[in-house]
């Protein structure tokens, strides 16, 4: 069993240090709806807020600012978009297949402390164990085909160094079965990577647009679970919150063993009616970095020293139709470089994210294993070099931060001065 969990978590994140579809719909046919989400109370931006059309498969996420942009066809007839987050108030937007621009929305936090009644009713470890025994019942039963927007970036201290993205096929088979036929295809995709002389130590993420594969936590149990590593966890009932209208349960939980291989820290989010599981957000206990390293670090060059920080993952998914489906997976790790002799390291920041941006569910197109986009690939070895400020088109996409364009602008420059 802990040879299993080494090899799943082996899957969630390789990092190598070395030296030195079919598109949605054509043209203008469609509308734009962009604005920014922000808590009512404190008027702050909120990030990775599920931002969907009413009734329909299509959506994105708000960025680390707040802020989205929405594509839609004007051949499905959408009549609203609604704005979701966990711990808020669901929002609609009514719209009528014209643009708005730069809405501001304002989402109220919820707020239901979790009773007495509720704590009796259901122990935190039986909830978890029922949610369990229904994931065949509350995720599709057919397979899927799901778009997506994938986004990995490279930070060196505070400063970009890599950054790659790509509009995704992500092929998936019923939730009744594992993930060994699950693939991921790269349908277009653009790179900018840093040539200033000072950043000879180039970062990359192997196997990064299969994350939509590895951590749907719910498809791929043997992360988090499984019922044969189900006691190496304690859980504890941590109150009640809303997504969309509905009420969760939030339940943590942390090891409660020690293994050889690294075990998870964190909370899960579970559907108080259904007993769905709605959002995942955990990380890899740090307790013994050596085993850390051992799991993520694929390779180095001689003579450098490595020590990761922190490793985090989110997995969220959305209810459509009565069923579930994956919606967001996000993925950060930050760790530390530095070479023998020398007093200062140096800090690195590994970002990776995917929003789920329509799903196909009638007789979808499986993906071959010669398309599908190899786990020990690098999207930015796969993808090209971009200038075309218009290269999406009619996609949807996660908006780039403030930070993020100008850092495109800058490496840009550097291409085209090189």
Not at 108 to 127: C, K, Q, T
Not at 152 to 178: C, F, H, L, M, P
Request: some cysteine; glycine content about 6%.
């Amino acid at each position: 069993m802990e040879k299993k969990l080494r090899s799943i978590s082996a899957h969630l994140l390789w990092v190598v240090l070395l030296l030195s579809s079919t598109n949605l719909f054509a043209g203008n046919d469609y509308f734009t709806v962009s604005g920014i989400v922000k808590d009512k109370n404190t008027h702050k931006p909120l990030e990775y807020v599920t931002v969907s059309v009413s009734s329909n498969n299509i959506g994105t996420v708000s960025n680390a600012d707040g802020e989205f942009l929405l594509k839609i066809p004007l051949s499905i007839g959408a009549t609203s978009v609604e704005i979701s987050h966990v711990g808020y108030h669901g929002f609609r937007i009514p719209v009528k297949g014209e643009d708005i621009i730069n809405k501001e929305i304002l989402l109220v936090p919820y707020a239901n402390p979790l009773s007495e009644v509720v704590i009796r009713g259901w122990d935190a470890r039986y909830l978890i164990w029922e949610a369990i025994n229904k994931i065949d019942e509350n995720y599709s039963s057919s397979p899927t085909l799901l778009t997506g927007f994938y986004r990995e970036t490279v930070q060196k201290r505070r400063n970009y160094i890599n950054i790659s993205e790509a509009v995704i096929d992500i092929y998936k088979t019923a939730y009744t079965e594992g993930t060994m036929r699950d693939r991921v295809q790269i349908s277009k995709g653009r790179k900018l990577l840093s040539r200033e002389k000072t950043d000879t130590l180039a970062v990359k993420l192997l196997g990064g647009p299969n994350l939509s594969v590895f951590v749907d936590i719910v498809k791929n149990r043997d992360a988090l679970l499984d019922k044969e590593t189900f006691s190496y966890y304690e859980y504890t009932m941590e109150g009640v919150t809303q997504i969309n209208g509905r009420d969760q349960y939030v339940i943590g939980f942390r090891p409660r063993v020690s293994i050889p291989a690294p075990l998870y820290l964190g909370t899960f989010y579970v559907d108080k009616e259904s007993l769905a599981f709605t959002r995942a957000e955990f990380q890899i206990d740090m307790t013994n970095r050596d085993k850390v390293t051992e799991l993520i670090l694929k390779k180095k060059p001689f003579g450098l020293r490595f020590r990761p920080e922190e490793v985090s993952y989110v997995a969220s998914y959305r209810e459509r139709d009565g069923k579930c489906y994956l919606s967001y997976i996000r993925n950060e790790m930050k760790f530390k470089c530095d070479w023998r002799r020398r007093l200062f390291s140096t800090n690195y920041i590994i970002v990776s994210e995917m929003a789920v941006t329509d799903i196909t569910d009638r007789e979808p197109t499986i993906i071959s294993r010669k398309e599908a986009f190899n786990p020990g690939q690098s999207l930015s070895d796969n993808v090209m070099n971009f200038f075309d400020n218009d290269f999406w088109g009619a996609y949807n996409i996660i908006e780039p931060t403030e930070s993020l364009e100008s850092a495109v602008n800058k490496l840009k420059k550097q291409q085209i001065d090189q």
